[in-house]
């Protein structure tokens, strides 16, 4: 038992250590990107088939795959079951696996999604989710009560990737600080993860040292525009505290079966380039 | 086709007024409260023959049903399908269906989750959804341009009932504005429906002011400690423009399955008489 995110922190870290890679592997399957040869089957079936080709490829230069549950819920309950059976392969792959679900809701039922996504005894088992904390503590802590018992994490949206992000985000509160730095000394109190797009550098230098003991999980790598040195205000000095997710810049890579590896692989060497150059 | 959302809020409104009813039953069917008989079920099983009773039972009392997604992805991809299989049976009874699922993402991801919930080809076919607007317009935007041609409508979180929602919701802006007014601005400027917990009367009144046009749903009601009263500056002046939601003081009202429809029939008419009277 623990009472902190430091078993999943330290569980990342080792092996990011292990790897000597920040990739994160984002497995959002649309449909219509997949390769030919499996779109002949049912949709559920081949998303199935097409992530644990992508997690066997993968294992060994990634450190966590994040599934994005819409892409899975679009498919109803056959969907529901292709994103199980995406995290359970993971897992037995020795991957972290965050499902990147953005949950929320008051206390009583944020204790039912944390059951459902992050109880052992669970449907889905995964090793962390991303939760939004509009709500704010008592939304947050069923979540963290699933997952810490068991070396789970909770990653919290601070700052996020898309264009429109600043509406509420970047608003300045009376205090001087902005919205989303609210948000991140809500997640240093709270001592979870956090999510910070690598889409705003500068927005990630001001949340890094608001949240120092947290993890934080960088999305927007690729097609949404940032470069492995924008990514880099999200990690600490040491070059620790930090994953980087990148989806469609991998998974449909071409050609497939051997363009999403060497997708992965120069990533890996581009963060690692940026981080030893930093 | 429709480019606001006022069909959404006409058909609910015309509902309101040809049943003399408020109500929106929230279907939060937790496992371990369901009549013994059906608990001898699957739980999937359970759940869709409990939402059945009570939707049939309820359906003139009623406006709309608001089940929480979070109950039902519980149960993995079975839950999912009493989720959807829940929804298909309120529409059949004429029944406005709100899946509260608070979903949230960048544009491309809310396309997929909007597609989910709110495509008439897609799995669940609901009328509206809840959203959570953290991430600003591109976010939002997907799921009007999902509901809208078909008269469907979203509801964006204002103000949450819980006890922790001023931790971000209540913080002053520079403007001198708190965060949820700000996010009813935009829910005025999206032109979108509205949640406003019914725990925060006084917040309220200033939401209903910066969102003329939009529904609110009100949560709270009940087991969460508002009132009817408390619900009142919810609704505009003439008694329009609001529903309030009430699970666990309905759905799990003694005896079954009397209970449940008395327990509708109350609140309905505690709110009527408040609404007289203000």
């Given amino acids: 038992m623990s009472d902190s995110n430091s078993s999943f922190r330290e569980r990342l870290e080792r092996s990011c250590q292990d790897k000597q890679s920040r990739v994160v592997v984002g497995l959002d399957p649309r449909y219509d990107q997949l390769p030919e040869e499996l779109r002949r089957l049912q949709p559920a079936e081949a998303i199935i088939a097409f992530n644990r080709a992508l997690i066997d490829a993968l294992a060994d230069v990634c450190v966590a795959v994040k599934p994005q549950a819409a892409f899975y819920e679009l498919w109803g309950a056959a969907g529901f079951e292709a994103l199980r059976l995406t995290v359970e392969h993971a897992r037995s792959r020795g991957l972290v696996t965050i499902v990147d679900a953005k949950r929320n809701d008051i206390g009583s039922t944020a204790e039912a999604y944390a059951h459902a996504f992050l109880a052992p005894d669970g449907p889905m088992k995964a090793d962390a989710l991303t939760v939004n904390g509009y709500l704010g503590g008592d939304g947050i802590q069923p979540f963290l009560e699933a997952a810490r018992p068991h070396g789970g994490g909770v990653f919290v949206l601070v700052k996020t990737s898309n264009s429109s992000s600043g509406e509420l985000q970047d608003r300045t509160l009376s205090s001087g600080e902005t919205v989303f730095e609210a948000m991140a000394r809500l ?55 930090a994953v980087v997710n990148n989806a469609r810049g991998i998974i449909f890579a071409q050609p497939w079966p051997d363009g999403p590896r060497r997708a992965a692989e120069t990533m890996r060497d581009e963060l690692n380039r940026a981080l030893q150059h930093s």
Avoid: H, K
Wanted: hydrophobic residues 35%; negative net charge; contains cysteine.
């Fill in 187 to 241: 997640v240093d109190r709270w001592d979870c993860e956090a999510v910070v797009g690598g889409t705003w550098p500068e927005q990630a230098q001001r949340a890094r040292a608001l949240m120092p003991r947290a993890t934080i999980l960088v999305p927007g790598y690729g097609a949404q525009g940032a470069s492995a040195e924008d990514c880099l205000p999200n990690f600490r000095n040491d070059g620790t505290g």
